[in-house]
């Protein structure tokens, strides 16, 4: 479930590292289905009996709802000959959730969302995605 109905303390006990991992998940599950990001975080929280965060919820919404202008800053800052269809599903909603948050979330310092992106690769793929994913994410903080 949604963590709307959630003591408003212990909302704010989840570490904006989980945060961010939680948004990235829900970002992941939505390559594989047309399920908006609502119904997903609802599934996830019946699924795996965790609690999502309102602010996670809201990230992943923001990432796919402006999936267009995301996936332009990625086109224009892969090497040549690469194309989005070639980047692991992983890395495309690490690098999403990263590119969102850089774009439309001036709270977060963009050092601090592209090292936590490259964390979060670091623990979900491979060594060479993570070298990727900062590489990516390097050259479109340079564009901003």
Do not use: H
Not at 58 to 69: H, I, Q, S, W
Not at 90 to 113: F, G, H, N, Q, T
Request: aromatic share 6%.
């Amino acid at each position: 479930m949604c963590q709307n109905n959630i003591d408003p303390e212990k909302k704010n006990q989840v570490s904006r590292y989980k945060i961010r991992e939680q948004a990235f998940f829900l970002c992941f599950e939505s390559l594989f289905s047309d399920t908006d990001i609502d119904e997903l975080a609802d599934n996830a929280g019946d699924a795996r009996d965790e609690i999502l965060s309102d602010i996670a919820v809201e990230r992943a919404r923001g990432t796919m709802t402006n999936t267009e202008v995301i996936d332009e800053k990625i086109s224009e800052n892969l090497k040549e000959g690469w194309k989005i269809s070639r980047i692991s599903k992983v890395s495309l909603a690490l690098l999403r959730l990263a590119i969102y948050e850089m774009l439309y979330e001036e709270e977060i310092p963009v050092s601090v969302s592209i090292n936590e992106a490259v964390e979060l690769s670091k623990k979900y793929t491979a060594e060479d995605d993570a070298a990727f994913v900062n590489g990516v994410l390097g050259a479109v903080a340079k564009t901003l």
